[in-house]
């Protein structure tokens, strides 16, 4: 079974701007307290997901993905605080929810998977118990439907032997299956929305292959949407529907994944492409794109890219760029350069 | 986990044997001659040598211990240079007291802990943070017997509430046992439960840190269940660990509760004999104190496998 860019839901096919909004960033910005003093993390940053639909977001490590992501579940804690805009999940403003409102949204309408699959399960309980307090805690059950759901939903998750292994501890469990478990937890109450930061980063390829698979599958057995966090390419074609490219706290470019990977407007994002591995080159030559993202407190006042981009010119440190749309419905490039007709293809 | 229990037993034999030795070597260093204080008064040095050579203080030291040593392995620790009654006797009818006086503090000491280190913990930087950590930090700084007397002077002197000395047996009344013990054992835990409670608050502070707290927290679990179901199982390893080590501290912690207090337990025994250079009771009672502290850890390394799936055997 390979992971395709098929379309893998009812809704798949419709554009995403027709599809009801599951989860609406608008405008979020974040910062945190740091010896810089107060730094915004996450600058003016909007998002809507439909129902059904997979959103890849990608970029560099440290360009607020995670911060994005734990933002949207209303999980920003001292020593970051949001900022500004609000996060709206099927209609309701989380913001304008009580911390014990928003402890019966997480989990039950909205779920996250976690960066890391080694630390994020509690070592002191089994795994079946991890999976069936969820249950018990958003559905009602009892203990013993919560377990036998439990065990269903491991089995969902393709572990072996799932009513043994319910009864184990995550010690027992290498990275990729307790990344299953961690799946297997947040789908447990078949949200509305699911998050999954960086799901198959800390595995090795092989076991990243397959949790990729059963995250497509799953999608389209659960009907829920996705949004994807990577800072892999390759990994998002596989997987999303649309992709928002991040870069340094701002959201740079958004189109879908089609358009995006046949014609990448931003020179961030076409760089990140040519730094993709390719298996169908024979030349080993490897492509990183110039020099390092800025710390928060350093971001310039223009085009936070312009110091690695080969095409900046001084009207691109001038002052903030706003989103540009370009070509394509929903498609649009923080760039000045890219509505231009200078743009080649993809690999420059 | 028989195989455990049977291995750490035997591995305190050594340290029980290095014990007897230091103390048997402690009491020679003590001055004062048992023999001079046995014979009396007005004795003849012919009747103080008479008594010395009846307990066999002029043998050689080594064959002095070999004596003990001898006896002890048999459940023997001898008699009491002064009333001839066998040391065993007088230490069993005496730990009941100890052994009551130490429990009722342990308890204390970590029931108190428990809600004040997760509230501070969870209200770091807090005004009950504070106050906690202020208390606790006093708590470590007074010595027992000045906190003693505070606790005499305020709730026996001053507000009558509480009896300021002496001790009835649970046997005989468990009301007045309580009531007798109350003070001692507060003043008596304060330390552990100053020590615990610092122990908790850094525990839960590194355990609601961890992913899985924010994974609890993610699945909606409400926040009580993420601190007391989730954080605490994690923190009561160390937690448990520094109480067990607080059942050491809180055993020398007895000698001098006992004294003030008037409570007819092991440590008063001691000090007792240490006045008479009575030997025999001074390494029983060392012996008895050494036993306890060992099982005490025992008890707190079966615990360890209960609740840390880690370390259970497979
Ligand atoms: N608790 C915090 N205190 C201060 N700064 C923080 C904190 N958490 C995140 N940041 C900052 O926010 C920025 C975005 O971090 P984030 O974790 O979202 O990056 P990311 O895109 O997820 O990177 P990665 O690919 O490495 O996971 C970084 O500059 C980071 O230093
Ligand atoms: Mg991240």
């Known amino acids: 079974m390979q992971p395709s860019t098929a379309p893998s839901t009812a ?23 740091t010896e810089h003093g107060w730094v915004t993390v996450i600058d ?6 439909g129902e059904g639909e997979s959103v890849g977001l990608v970029g560099e490590s440290g360009s607020g993905k995670s911060v994005t992501s734990l933002a949207a579940m209303a999980l920003i804690k001292h020593p970051g605080r949001v900022s500004g805009g609000h996060v709206t999940l099927d209609g309701v403003r989380l913001d304008r929810l009580s911390w014990r409102e928003m402890e019966d949204v997480r989990g039950k309408k909205i779920a996250m998977i976690f960066q890391e699959p080694m630390t994020s399960l509690n070592p002191s309980f089994t795994v079946g118990e991890q999976i069936a307090e969820v249950v018990r ?19 969902t998750v393709g572990i072996p032997r799932a009513r043994e292994r319910a009864r ?10 307790r990344q299953r478990v961690m799946i297997g937890m947040a789908l ?5 929305m699911l998050i999954a930061d960086e799901p198959t980063t800390a595995l090795d390829v092989t076991t990243q292959i397959q949790i990729l698979d059963l995250l497509h599958d799953l999608r389209a057995e659960f009907g829920m949407a996705l949004l994807f966090i990577s800072h892999d390419l390759g990994v998002i074609a596989d997987i999303a529907d649309r992709v928002a490219v991040m870069y340094a706290g701002q959201l740079v470019e958004t189109a879908s994944a089609d358009e995006l990977f046949a014609r990448p407007s931003h020179p961030y994002t076409r760089g990140l492409m040519r730094s993709m ?12 794109i110039p020099g390092a993202p800025p710390a928060p407190w350093d971001f310039p006042s223009g085009c936070r890219f312009a110091p690695r981009c080969s095409m900046a010119g001084s009207d691109c440190t001038q002052g903030p760029i706003p989103l540009i749309p370009v070509g394509a419905a929903d498609a649009a490039s ?9 743009l080649e293809g993809p690999h420059l | 986990m028989p195989r455990l229990v049977g291995r750490r037993l035997l591995a305190a034999l050594p340290v029980l044997f290095i014990v007897s030795l230091l103390t048997f070597g402690v009491t020679l260093l003590v001055p004062g001659d048992p023999a001079v204080t046995l014979a009396g008064e007005n004795a003849t040095p012919e009747q103080v040598d008479q008594t010395r050579e009846r307990l066999g203080l002029n043998d050689p030291i080594y064959v002095q211990y070999g004596r003990w040593l001898g006896g002890a392995l048999q459940g023997d620790l001898g008699e009491s240079l002064y009333d001839q009654r066998p040391v065993v006797d007088s230490i069993l009818e005496r730990v009941p007291v100890t052994f009551g006086l130490a429990v009722l503090a342990v308890l204390f000491a970590a029931a108190l802990a ?32 000045f906190l003693g007397m505070l606790l005499i002077l305020l709730f026996a002197f001053g507000l009558g509430w509480l009896p300021a000395v002496g001790y009835v047996p649970f046997t005989e009344s468990p009301g007045d046992w309580f009531l007798h013990l109350l003070l001692p054992a507060l003043c008596l835990g304060v330390a552990g439960w100053a020590e615990i409670t610092r122990q908790i608050r850094s525990a839960m502070i590194q355990e609601l840190e961890q992913d899985y707290a924010r994974t609890a927290t993610a699945k909606g679990l409400r926040r009580r269940a993420v601190i007391f179901k989730h954080a605490a199982k994690n923190a009561s390893v160390p937690a448990i660990t520094v109480t067990g080590l607080q059942v050491a501290y809180l055993f020398g912690g007895t000698v001098i509760i006992e004294r003030m207090f008037g409570i007819p337990g092991l440590g008063q025994f001691a000090i007792s004999a240490v006045y008479v250079r009575d030997i025999p009771v001074i390494q029983g009672v060392v012996i008895v104190a050494t036993v306890v502290v060992i099982v005490t850890n025992l008890i707190v390394d079966t615990l360890y496998p209960l609740l840390n799936p880690k370390v259970r055997p497979a």
């Open chain 1, 11 to 33: 809704l798949a096919g419709t554009p995403a701007s027709t599809r009801p909004p599951v989860l609406q960033i608008e405008d979020l910005s974040v910062e945190f307290l």
């Open chain 1, 44 to 49: 003016s940053l909007s998002l809507t997901i």
């Open chain 1, 137 to 155: 805690r958003h559905d009602g059950l009892s203990r013993k439907q919560a377990a036998e759901r439990a065990v269903n939903m491991l089995d």
């Open chain 1, 168 to 177: 184990a501890y995550p010690h027992e469990f290498s990275g990729g299956m």
């Open chain 1, 188 to 192: 447990a109450c078949s949200p509305r």
């Open chain 1, 277 to 288: 591995p390719r298996a169908d080159e024979a030349t080993e030559t490897f492509f990183a």
């Open chain 1, 334 to 342: 923080r760039c000045l350069r890219t509505t231009a007709a200078d």
């Open chain 2, 114 to 145: 428990i809600p004040s280190g997760v509230i501070s913990a969870t209200r770091r930087g807090s005004i009950w943070d504070r106050a906690i950590t202020l208390v606790s930090s006093a708590g470590v700084a007074i010595p027992n017997y």
